[in-house]
């Protein structure tokens, strides 16, 4: 595997884009595509970073981190997707390594929000080290509760 973890191009956003959509939680939120491209445009013009992974030329996955957007304060990984063909191959690790290496100077701590549907992104999340902390129900869709997540940093 010739990974290489990079900033997103703009002509790159709809790429991204049906990575995601195609995605457990891009099926159940009912993401479209074009809308998903053009937050992810707005985005990487923004103060937040998309960071694509990119494996054998071809875009295998990225992140969506806001740098302060928890609590106006520290980092907190908006989105992570990997496209469905090479999950499971690390790609998805390597992306969680680059949010907590770009961040390492922004906040002490790490958030993230997960789907309490989502299990497989719960434990592995868990495995590297964030901890369930708080529930918010209804928060991006009625019925689905999203789990706060942090990693605390060793300072």
Do not use: H
């Not at 992810?40 to 806001?66: P, T």
């Amino acid at each position: 595997m010739s990974l290489m973890i990079r900033n997103m191009l703009l002509e790159e956003s709809s790429l991204c884009s049906a990575i995601v959509c195609n995605s457990p939680i891009g099926i159940r939120y009912g993401f479209i595509n074009e809308k998903i491209s053009a937050e992810l445009r707005k985005a990487a013009v923004s103060d937040d970073i998309i960071i694509v992974a990119e494996n054998g030329g071809a875009i295998a996955g990225f992140a969506w981190i806001a740098p302060r957007g928890a609590f106006c304060s520290a980092p907190y990984l908006r989105l992570i997707a990997v496209d469905e063909k090479v999950r499971g191959s690390g790609i998805g690790s390597a992306l969680l390594k680059k949010f907590e290496e770009c961040t390492k100077d922004t906040g002490k701590d790490l958030f993230l929000l997960v789907s309490n549907f989502n299990k497989q992104a719960i434990a592995f999340y868990e495995r590297y080290g964030y901890q369930r902390i708080g529930k918010i129900p209804d928060f991006a869709r009625p019925g689905i509760t999203e789990i706060l997540m942090i990693k605390r940093r060793v300072i």
